[in-house]
């Protein structure tokens, strides 16, 4: 499975962006899960969202709750990161990711065997 990322840019606190992650290969689109993951300068890689297409289920940081929504579009293989009322320690690289409905459970990065090469989102104050 390849994976893509686009959408990362500089945008002031208060604002938004939409990170899109464009698949292609492996079996079928919706036989993965996906996850979203960022690191930031000098920290460890975290879960911030995650979609399994077998039952639709979703999974959030705590961190980002209420700010920020996963979704994908079937017919385009992709999968998206609604980011809104973005914050500075919002800033860092984000990953896509994909792993085997029957593995991934969550937001643990050892679940997801295929990465995207990142998007850098920076928040400014």
């Known amino acids: 499975v390849q994976l893509e990322e686009s959408g990362g840019g500089l945008v002031q606190a208060g604002g938004s962006l939409r990170l899109s992650c464009a698949t292609s290969?492996?079996?079928?689109?919706?036989?993965?899960?996906y996850g979203w993951f960022r690191q930031a300068p000098g920290k460890e890689r975290e879960g911030v969202a995650s979609?399994?297409?077998?039952?639709?289920?979703?999974h959030y940081a705590d961190s980002v709750k209420g700010r920020f929504t996963i979704s994908s579009e079937n017919a385009k293989n992709t999968v998206y990161l609604q980011m809104n009322s973005l914050q500075p320690e919002d800033t860092a690289v984000y990953y896509c990711?994909?792993?085997?409905?029957?593995?991934?459970?969550?937001?643990?990065?050892?679940?997801?065997?295929?990465w995207g090469q990142g998007t850098q989102v920076t928040v400014s104050s």
């Open positions: 990711a994909a792993g085997s409905c029957d593995v991934v459970a969550g937001m643990e990065p050892y679940e997801y065997d295929y």
């Open positions: 290969g492996g079996t079928s689109f919706d036989d993965y899960a």
């Open positions: 979609i399994n297409l077998r039952d639709g289920s979703t």
